[in-house]
Structures are given as C-alpha cells and as structure tokens.
C-alpha cells in the first residue's frame, strides 16, 4: 500500500499536433557541409552490439536509467559538445552553453549541486500545503550558460516498460484527456477507461514536477516508447506526443535519421533551449490556477486486472506520418551500405515488434514547407480541444534571448560596502555609470527593491535564480532596475527563518571583514509573493555581494592546477584565521562553502546559517547549575580545541 501524493495536474492533455515540425527545425538549421555530417562519432555497429549484450532485460527503473544513459543520454551528448565546439554552431545552436544529463547521484560528494541534490529543508513546503514527498524526477537535462547561470530545460521520468507498455500508452492517449471530467472521481472497469486514468496519472506526475521546477519540456521513456510534453503559455494544459523510436525509424525510412531515440531527445533538448523559462509570474498563476489530485501511479497501475494485460494482443502502433526530410543519414551514402531503400528492417529490441496496425495516439502531421513550418511555431500547436491561450515561441533557427539581469556584472564589494555605510562610490564599479553621483541612502534602496520585487515579476524582471542552492538557502541574481545595484541574494523558506537570522547576527559580527574575507552583507527583507523556487516559496531574502564561484563549480570546469590550489590554501587559511579571530566558529568549512572571484583574486567564505559565537557558550554557561559549570570550566581549551580542529581541516 502506498501514501498517494497531491500533485498538480494540468486541467486538459492534448495531442501535440505540430510536434514533427518543431522537431524537424533543428536538423534544416545544421548546414549540409558541417563536419556531423561527414565525421565519425560513435563506435562501429559491432562494438555497439557488444554493449548491447553486456546490458541485462530491463526490470527495474534504475535497470532502464543505465540503459537510457549508455545508449541515448551519452550519445546525445556527445553531438551537442561537438556543436558546441563548432563555434558558429555552438553559438547559433545553444549560445555556447554546456548541456548535460545530471541526477542526484551525479553529483561529487557534498558539494552544493545544480538542481539536483536534495535540499532537506528547501525544496518541500509545509504539510499544510499538503506538497507531495517525492517532487523530483528521474533525471533532468540542465543547462550552464558562460555567465556561470544554470537552469534546467527538460524533465526526465522513467518507467519500467513492463509497467508502462505500449499497448498501455496508446489505448490512454488515444484522444484528449480531461483529468476532472474524464478520470478523477470516476470508476469503471473498462480496459481502455483503466489505461486513460493510468496515462493522466502518470503524466500528472511529471506534470507536477515541471511545474514546481519552472520547466515546460519533460518526456516519460520506457525504453520503448517516449511520451514528450510541452507546457505553454497556459500552465493548465499540457500537450504531448508518442513515439517509439525502433518502430518509426523502421517505417518511416524518409525520416530515418530524424526518427531514432537518439535523434529525438537531441532535437526536443533544441526546442527546450530556444524557448523562454517560466518567469515568476507564471510561476504564480499556476499555482492560483491549478488544483491537486491525490494520485500515485503505481496505485493506478494495479487497478488494471493482469488478466487484462495478459491477454490482450501486443500492441499496434503505427508510426504517425511526418514530412519528409531533406536529410539522409550520412552511413546511407557511403559506398559500402546499401541503398536506403534496399535495406532490410532490422530486428529490434521492442517486445512487440511484431504487432497488427492500429491507428496512433499522435494525430497525423501533413507535410509543410520550411516557410509553414516557420509560421507554425509562431503560432504554437494548433488547438486541439477547448481553451485559449498559447504561448508565442521563438521563430525558428532563433537563440533564445538572454535576459538583462544574466548578461549584467555583479556590483564590486567596495561599492555595495559603501551602499550600506554611505561611503563615495567605487568609480571601478561595473555599474557605477548608473549609480548616480552618489549613492542612495540604504533606507531608500530597501524601500525600492522590495517595490520591485512585488510588481517586476514578468520574463523580463531584473531577478533570477541562478541554480545555486544548499540546504537551507538558495541564491538569486537580482539588480534594483532604477540604479543598476546587482548582487545576489539568499533566498530562504519561512520554516528556515532562524537560519537566516543566525546568519545575519554572524554578518554582523563579522562586519570588518566583508569585503575581503567574507561578502559585504546590505541587508535583509521579506517579500510578499514569494519567489517559486525548485517547489520551493523563498519569502525572507540575505542581500550580499557576489563572491565568486566555488572552489567544487571551478573543480568541475578543470580549470584549476596545482599551484592555483596552493594559492587557495593559504587564501582559505587566511580567511578562516581572521574568522576565528572575531570568535565565529563557521561549523562547515568545505570547498563548497569558499568562493574564488577570478578577476578580484579574492577567496570568501560563505553560509554561516548555522555558524556560533564563542560568546554563544558563556552564555549557555549562566543557565546551567553550579555543578555542570564546574564540569565545563574544568575543560577550559574545548572550545580553542574546536577552532584549531575546523583550521587543521582546511590545511
């Protein structure tokens, strides 16, 4: 028995008409005498089929996240580093980002993660919200622009294909779903009724985690068949589109290359990254707007008597039909291969290979040229049930527009000190051209900032998340609009105020330091609405200047040498000694928690939420009785003992 969860579900499932179109945009935008087309990428069929019998039958969703990542996520991603090489193509393509595959078990150790690692106390609001347990997808598809910002752009769920079958699939999307008019509150025992509520289940549940997350592309992958979604401008729908790569690449041989597993996932990832993220103002309508069904998909699952699976004929998916491509793959023109049409169908690995003909969930695509094509994404999916809006994407072969607040330099620490203690502006300030003559009182830039948080809540708003975030807090790029002020701000939920609190009396003990050993701190406010966050509601915000990247994200990028590592021992040294000096015990001394400014050459180190004072001991020391102050006092060196301990581990 399971503890179903409430989740978000999106009022109307649509088929995704226009899928093919958008999908083929991204093969028309390679040019014919790029190096992909001509170039061997991967190993030879042989030692491919070597791998393939390396790899067990798949029983388990982890067994299939292994199988997804050696044959189609690695792949992928190997295209995209070699476009991301082609310096035309890496900026045209994917704005010389790096795109990668991560999970929580993907990231090294305990470093602060990207998007991944489990945030105890962030990513899960209070029961009274009655927010679901398991908020997080499989896998996700994140992207890390040059500027040091990162964002996720597409979800990832898997299911077990024993679990989820084909036959499953297409009886459940056969036509439009209306989860309250067609499945919620309703009983039957109808196989086609039982696989409609399965699918509204499971999407629902992907759903919910693209909107927590603020992102529109996600896919369920049975290792069979993929289910992709979209989310568009009116975050009460959700369109998808069913494909199963071994079948369609099979059938349709003038889309070959386009139709494989691998082929599919590289042209969704384009699409995600040409579209813009959800900003906080659609973050906030879809909370206003959607409602919560309590669903868990396994629950679903075994609503379906297996006497019904069982004896049910395989599945006959068809293909839906996709206008036919320009391209060929390149292997077909080699001397060696034969021709296209002279191949023979190979046999796959799908367990119903062999089935009879019956019409696909995904409505068929009519051919267009480039020019409709073109027009189509500017219009979006055409409807295909009741409702409005849609969202405008952007026009084809176009990068998507990257926002004020991510190309923006971070104010210096000098003139973010003076902001807050009224000192004359540092002319060497990136942004001291829009600061004025002289700074503004610190009262007055409180009072702005928090009117621009409430009411700049648009694509546009000078405020993002960066996708930093630790246990407790997240960070967030923010610049006040009417003087260009930018820094970064922790975010933290209301059940973590005493973390911000603490943090804040540690900032202000350590007031000499900001700047050189620590960040400057300029503050701290509540904001009303919240910032939506990873699931999470940010309402209490820690205003400090940008230290950097951590030593764990400068690791990562293979930046670092042996003597770049000796410099920031004895930065790290440096810095901790004059904390220890001011009688802050940090508590959390790990490269995760030291930031290295590459052009200022300045180490800092950062999150003091549950650092103590000295002065917090002696304290405790006057409530306690006689007897255990003599039994403290006779250990006179235990707290010097701990400082010296948390010093001899960054040396």
Not at 595 to 624: N, P
Request: include cysteine.
């Amino acid at each position: 028995t399971t503890n179903p969860t409430y989740r978000l579900f999106p009022q109307r499932i649509l088929p995704w008409k226009q899928f093919a179109t958008f999908q083929h945009e991204f093969w028309e935008l390679l040019p014919k005498d790029s190096p992909l087309w001509s170039e061997r990428a991967y190993p030879s069929a042989a030692d491919l089929d070597f791998v393939g019998k390396q790899i067990d039958p798949i029983g388990s969703e982890n067994e299939l996240r292994l199988f997804q990542r050696l044959t189609v996520e690695r792949r992928v991603q190997e295209v995209l580093e070699r476009i991301k090489n082609d310096s035309d193509l890496g900026e045209r393509l994917l704005s010389n980002a790096k795109v990668s595959f991560e999970n929580q078990e993907s990231f090294r150790g305990e470093e602060i993660t990207l998007l991944g690692q489990a945030m105890e106390g962030l990513s899960v609001d209070s029961a009274s919200d009655k927010r679901p347990r398991n908020t997080r997808a499989d896998q996700f598809c994140v992207v890390r622009s040059r500027n040091g910002i990162a964002r996720p752009v597409v979800a990832i769920e898997y299911k077990a294909p024993h679990k989820l079958t084909i036959d499953d699939i297409w009886t459940g999307l056969r036509d439009e779903i209306w989860p309250e008019r067609d499945v919620i509150d309703r009983t039957e025992d109808t196989y086609e009724f039982l696989c409609k509520n399965l699918m509204a289940a499971v999407i629902t549940q992907l759903f919910s985690y693209m909107v927590d997350k603020g992102v529109r592309y996600g896919y369920i992958c049975t290792g069979e068949a993929f289910i992709f979604m979209c989310i568009p401008d009116d975050p009460t729908e959700v369109y998808y589109s069913v494909n199963v790569p071994n079948r369609d690449y099979t059938e349709d041989r003038a889309n070959r290359l386009e139709r494989t597993a691998v082929s599919q996932v590289l042209a969704f990832i384009y699409q995600a990254l040409q579209d813009e993220q959800p900003d906080q103002a659609w973050m906030q309508a879809a909370r206003h707007r959607l409602r919560r069904w309590k669903v868990e998909f396994i629950d679903e699952l075994q609503k379906i008597p297996i006497t019904q699976r069982k004896s049910r004929d395989a599945s006959s998916y068809q293909p839906s039909e996709w206008a036919p491509s320009t391209r060929c793959s390149p292997i077909a023109l080699r001397r060696r291969c034969r021709p296209a049409d002279a191949v023979t169908p190979t046999e796959g690995s799908d367990r119903d290979s062999e089935d009879g003909d019956m019409p696909s969930p995904t409505p068929n695509i009519q051919t267009r040229s480039k020019t409709a094509a073109a027009a189509a994404r500017r219009a979006r999916p055409a409807q295909s049930g009741p409702g409005s809006g849609r969202r405008q994407p952007p026009h084809a072969g176009s990068s998507r527009s990257i926002p004020a607040i991510e190309r923006r330099p971070y104010c210096s620490h000098q003139c973010l000190r003076g902001l807050s203690t009224g000192s004359p502006i540092d002319k060497s300030c990136p942004n001291a051209a829009a600061h004025g003559g002289k700074h503004i009182s610190h009262a007055a830039f409180i009072k702005l900032l928090l009117r621009q948080l409430t009411i700049d809540r648009g694509s546009n708003a000078d405020c993002c998340a960066i996708g930093v975030h630790g246990s407790r807090g997240a960070l967030l790029k923010i610049c006040l609009t009417s003087y260009g002020y930018t820094f970064v701000a922790k975010g933290f939920k209301a059940e973590n105020l005493e973390h911000l609190e603490n943090e804040t009396r540690i900032y202000n003990r350590l007031d000499r330091l900001q700047g050189e050993h620590v960040p400057v701190c300029c503050g701290r406010i509540d904001i009303n609405p919240p910032f939506y966050y990873e699931g999470a509601k940010l309402r209490h915000l820690l205003l400090m200047s940008w230290g950097g990247q951590s030593l764990v994200a400068l690791a990562r990028e293979e930046t670092s040498s042996s003597t770049f590592e000796k410099h920031c021992l004895e930065l790290a040294t440096r810095a901790l000694a004059a904390i220890h000096q001011q009688q802050v015990f940090h508590g959390d001394v790990m490269p995760r928690n030291m930031l290295y400014d590459k052009e200022a050459k300045k180490l800092m180190i950062v999150d003091f939420e549950r650092s103590k004072l000295r002065d917090d001991e002696r304290t405790v020391l006057g409530e306690l009785s006689p007897n255990r102050i003599r039994k403290v006092e006779s250990s006179p060196n235990k707290a010097a003992d701990r400082f010296a301990k948390e010093m001899g581990g960054v040396v």
